[in-house]
């Protein structure tokens, strides 16, 4: 599908401006990966957003990267430049660049599973359709539901929502479900990151157990759900990557990964509101996981594009270095020293990966 109410923009330049700086070193590989995707699309809340919610939400995105929530790019920017050679447009700030042939990126910070969250953004895309099948040729990444924990563990504690990690799940799989409908056959589905280390429980006086037993129960309904959806429709690849596992195998050894503080942000926030970190002015966060009191730095974008993209080249038989922290990276913005944000609002989910299946793309469709 070419997105028919948009025109091409100009690409995204991973070149910075004078006043950023790059800070960091993390493994990316060239931009083949060999797949046969012609676009991507992508659906998710703020670790996903490339800046769709800057102008909505922030208010001082300075701290900020281009208005994602982190000191550079995302995974979903990471992957589909250096792996699948795409460049998604923004599609509801389509002016800071991207190509709508490529295909588009519809995640905004602070969404959640249900329908004013994912629910808005699918119909965003399938009012795009004008009622013309979905590219079969793209690959559809859903990566939401996090924000439904972060904002509604009070009420689960309540007795308001025990229910809330069937209804999460079950909101992943009808969006999966409506975009398969239309055509979408090929899925990159992450589970959830545990919350541990992050400063957000602390601000929402909850105990971080308490999400991270949510955290579990979801994965574990996912795989269940993934698998049953793909035992009665053949034609369907869910890729279920498994970022849970890689950041528990991270928090334990962070020096095996290239960092060297894995429980506090770079930015020195209070509660929500975030400054440039006093000890730090330059900004040299290289080696933190976390960029605020929940968000991480692109250093862990990028370890988990380099886990995704040696999954998908091992899945064809090619050869993949390993892990290597001198292979340059993206540059990556760090802000003027006087700036400060309030970030309520922006959701987040995490990524890891596990393997990507071939299917072949010529097979009957069905309809759910």
């Not at 460049?87 to 002016?95: A, C, E, H, M």
């Not at 009622?131 to 079969?136: D, H, I, K, M, T």
């Not at 998908?312 to 001198?326: C, I, R």
């Amino acid at each position: 599908m070419q997105l028919k109410s948009m025109n091409k923009f100009v690409s995204l330049s991973f070149a910075v401006t004078a006043s950023t700086l790059t800070i960091g070193t993390a493994p990316v590989y060239a931009a083949n990966c060999n797949l046969d995707f012609s676009q991507m699309f992508v659906f998710g809340d703020s670790l996903s957003d490339p800046g769709n919610t800057n102008g909505v939400t922030i208010k001082k995105p300075d701290l900020y990267f281009e208005g994602r929530a982190s000191n550079g790019y995302v995974f979903a920017d990471i992957l589909a430049e250096s792996c699948l050679g795409l460049d998604p447009v923004n599609f509801y700030r389509p002016s800071r660049g991207g190509e709508s042939s490529d295909g588009a990126n519809f995640a905004k910070g602070g969404n959640s599973s249900g329908d004013s969250g994912l629910g808005k953004q699918l119909n965003s895309f399938l009012g795009d359709l004008e009622g013309q099948p979905a590219n079969s040729n793209a690959l559809y990444t859903l990566w939401i539901g996090s924000t439904d924990y972060l904002f509604g563990t009070k009420n689960y504690i309540a007795g308001k929502s025990p229910n809330i990690v069937d209804t999460t799940v079950e909101n992943v799989i009808d969006g999966i479900r409506d975009l398969y409908n239309v055509g979408a056959r090929d899925f990159l589905i992450p589970n959830l990151l545990s919350f541990t280390n992050s400063d957000f429980h602390k601000i929402q006086g909850i105990d971080e157990n308490i999400f991270n037993q949510l955290t579990d129960d979801h994965n574990q309904e996912l795989e269940l759900a993934i698998a049953e959806f793909e035992e009665e429709f053949s034609e369907v690849t869910i890729t279920l990557l498994d970022v849970n596992s890689t950041f528990d195998n991270l928090l334990e050894n962070p020096g095996e990964f290239g960092f060297t503080n894995v429980t506090d942000s770079w930015l020195e926030c209070n509660k929500f509101k975030c400054t440039v970190n006093p000890a730090d002015p330059d900004g040299i966060s290289d080696g933190y996981l976390y960029w605020d009191y929940i968000h991480p730095t692109t250093k862990f974008y990028q370890l988990i594009a380099n886990e995704a993209i040696s999954a998908l080249k091992s899945e064809y038989n090619q050869t993949v270095p390993e892990y290597n922290q001198d292979v340059p990276e993206y540059n990556q913005a760090v802000p003027e020293p006087t700036s400060t944000l309030s970030l309520l609002g922006l959701g987040l989910s995490f990524l890891g990966m596990s393997a990507f299946k071939q299917k072949d793309k010529q097979k009957q469709k069905q309809t759910v």
